[in-house]
């Protein structure tokens, strides 16, 4: 049995070397570009389109720029707020701050462009659809920032605050990701968009709190109050799973009664699925950077679940 294990973990040890040779010879363009990717937080800006047009599609919503309005909101909020924190960032993200110092000004121009055309297209939508692109905003200044604009005022930020961290964040992308192609679709709000709403609120607030796991120790050094912070690495994994479980019954329950298509019920469950197996690595993986990454993909294992819905004949 020893000796079993002894090869095993030689074979490990010899793939782990592999792949580091393989990504050591990848050309340096390919490296930068995956950077920009990762770091300048466009990846995210990818998976939030994909999560609109599974909103569009749960909501029986026609195409819109709302997936694209989306698309920029994100990636100009959370580069602005890895702007804001790269110096705290340095101690729970270091290869992340160092992009960010290192790509200071591209970025701020490429947030505020990103920004600016967000609310360019919105308009296209009316002003409701204009009130909500500015909502993750309004919220990012009270949430990243201790001033009050105009005044000068010092408040403690909401990102400081247990618990209203991360509802803040759930708040402010399940009502963007919800109500925004409703409104450039002039839909009207039904019981179904509220059960979607609610399952957006629940997946988003899991899935801010499980790269907070990873940051556990910056964020105890800089004074963050997170769950994983207050109650521990093994208490977080169960509240977790507790949020997964209920997210599942609210799915459940609006497919029986008629919510929601079966079919679509189906993908949805499928990533509160994948989310637990995520969640139950939680301070198990010995990549808690790459895990945290696995988390926000759970969106594009709904988006294809329903895309081969939707394409089936």
């Known amino acids: 049995m020893s000796r079993k294990n002894y090869t095993l973990a030689d074979e490990g040890s010899t793939t782990a070397a592999l792949l580091g ?13 995956w950077n920009a990717l990762v770091y300048s937080s466009a990846y995210l800006s ?11 599609v ?7 720029p709302a997936a694209l309005v989306v698309g920029l909101i994100v990636f100009a909020v959370y580069t602005n707020d890895r702007l804001a924190d790269a110096d705290t960032d340095a101690v729970s993200n270091p290869e992340q701050a160092a992009f960010v110092d290192s790509h200071r000004d591209v970025l701020y121009v490429s947030a505020s462009v990103a920004y600016g055309l967000a609310v360019a297209l919105s308009v296209l939508g009316g002003p409701v659809a204009l009130a909500i692109t500015l909502f993750p905003a309004a919220l990012w200044v009270c949430y ?41 679709a002039d ?37 963050v109050l997170t769950i994983p912070v207050v109650v521990g690495v093994d208490r977080t994994r169960w509240i977790l799973f507790g949020i997964d479980c209920s ?39 010995e990549n808690a950077r790459l895990l945290a990454k696995a988390a926000e993909c759970e969106y594009l294992v709904v988006f294809v679940v329903v895309t081969v819905v939707v394409l089936s004949p």
């Open 21 to 33: 040779a393989v990504l050591a010879r990848l050309p340096s363009s390919s490296k930068r570009a």
């Open 46 to 56: 990818l998976i939030a389109m994909a999560e609109v047009v599974v909103v569009s």
């Open 187 to 223: 839909g009207v709000v039904t019981t179904r968009t509220l059960i979607v709403f609610a399952y957006f609120f629940l997946r988003v607030f899991t899935n801010t709190e499980i790269p907070n796991v990873r940051d556990v120790e910056g964020d105890r050094a800089i004074g």
């Open 144 to 184: 990243a920032t201790d001033w009050i604009p105009g005044t000068g005022a010092r408040v403690r930020r909401l990102k400081d605050v247990f618990l209203v961290n991360t509802i803040v964040v759930a708040l402010a992308w399940a009502v963007t990701l919800t109500f925004l192609p409703l409104a450039f």
């Open 247 to 285: 997210t599942a019954v609210l799915v459940m329950l609006a497919v029986h009664f008629g919510h929601v298509p079966a079919q679509l019920g189906i993908a949805l469950l499928a990533g509160i699925a994948y989310s637990i197996g995520v969640t139950s690595l939680l301070d198990r993986s």
């Open 58 to 64: 749960l909501l029986s919503l026609p195409p819109s």
